[in-house]
Nanobody, 131 residues
């Protein structure tokens, strides 16, 4: 059974940094596809960043390019999201997510634009950025 558990959220002032972690279990450490998504109050869930097969390929939403970095540590079965230069508009619940390993490139590669292609979700961690 796949389990994704997020941690590291909190409150920070604009311009500050946070690092989110996602502890992964029951999911293959190789040939995988994972990502971070977020949902602000009253808005739809949106893709933030995705990563494939131990960091071989990474993709970002335009709104976070140059500020956020997604990474994996397969030895620790953990995925990270380093968030720098945070803005109030980054305030949201952040979710760890994973695709079906069998359809990483046929389905999950569309997930950054459409979260419907995510197979597994974590419970979320709140990030609040004040101005």
């Amino acid at each position: 059974q796949v389990q994704l558990v997020e941690s590291g959220g909190g409150s920070v002032q604009a311009g500050g940094s946070l690092r989110l972690s996602c502890a992964v279990s029951g999911y293959p450490s190789s040939r995988n596809c994972m990502g971070w998504f977020r949902q602000a109050p009253g808005k739809e869930r949106e893709g933030v960043a995705t990563i494939y097969t131990g960091g071989g390929s990474t993709y970002y939403a335009d709104s976070v390019k140059g500020r956020f970095t997604i990474s994996q540590d397969n030895a620790k079965n953990t995925m990270y999201l380093q968030m720098n230069s945070l803005k109030p508009e980054d305030t949201a619940m952040y979710y760890c997510a994973a695709g079906d390993p069998k359809t990483c490139w046929s389905r999950f590669r569309f997930a950054l634009k459409n979260p419907v292609y995510v197979a597994y979700w974590g419970q979320g961690t709140q990030v609040t950025v004040s101005s």
